[in-house]
């Protein structure tokens, strides 16, 4: 196991029981992003992570169950971690896919969290009473990655998420809030 604490038993468990070859990278997670953009665009390597689409589709199965379970009504909200957005942005998809098959006649509300120490997303939350496209682009504005310090949830430890705009697009749509 790495000694910085950046990774735990649990999420090294299922890749090296599927015979995945593990190479430990110093640093964040930001950090070993940017190596992972390079080994995927010049080397082939399988994105398995969060902005891989089949990983995010399976995400919206999540959504699925809840409506089932609720006899195909919605929740007033939402609630989810934010890392690198896979979470808020599949919720968004899978509400999407839900009502516009006539599934659901309403959607929950999404409330994205994050944690003190990797909230660029709340950090540049406008709020207030902007909605839609204004909300978007106040966002955008004020929106800049951030240097990520020590926190317990490990994995949203991400200080530049590569779906920002997916999950701020989802929260804008489905009248949340970060």
């Known amino acids: ?40 665009k010049h080397w082939g390597v399988y994105p398995a992570n969060s902005i891989n689409p089949t990983r995010i589709a399976g995400h919206q199965a999540t959504v699925f169950l809840i409506a089932q379970a609720n006899d ?12 690198n957005g896979s979470n808020v942005s599949s919720i968004a998809d899978a509400q999407r896919k839900l009502r516009d098959m006539g599934f659901v006649s309403k959607t929950s509300r999404i409330l994205g969290c ?3 120490a990797a909230a660029p997303l709340y950090a540049s939350w406008p709020g207030g009473n902007l909605r839609g496209i204004a909300l978007m682009n106040a966002w955008r504005k004020e929106y800049e990655p951030v240097t990520t310090s020590e926190t317990a949830a490990n994995a949203i430890r991400i200080g530049n998420p590569k779906s920002a705009e997916k999950v701020m697009r989802g929260i804008v749509e489905f009248d949340g809030a970060m």
């Open 1 to 40: 196991l790495p000694e910085d604490g950046n990774l735990t038993a649990v999420q090294l468990l299922q890749p090296w029981m599927h015979g995945a070859r593990i190479i430990m990278i110093p640093g964040v997670f930001d950090a070993c992003m940017r190596i992972q953009t390079e080994l995927v």
């Open 72 to 83: 195909w009504s919605m929740p007033d909200w939402i609630v989810a971690p934010v890392g």
């Open 114 to 116: 994050q944690a003190h």
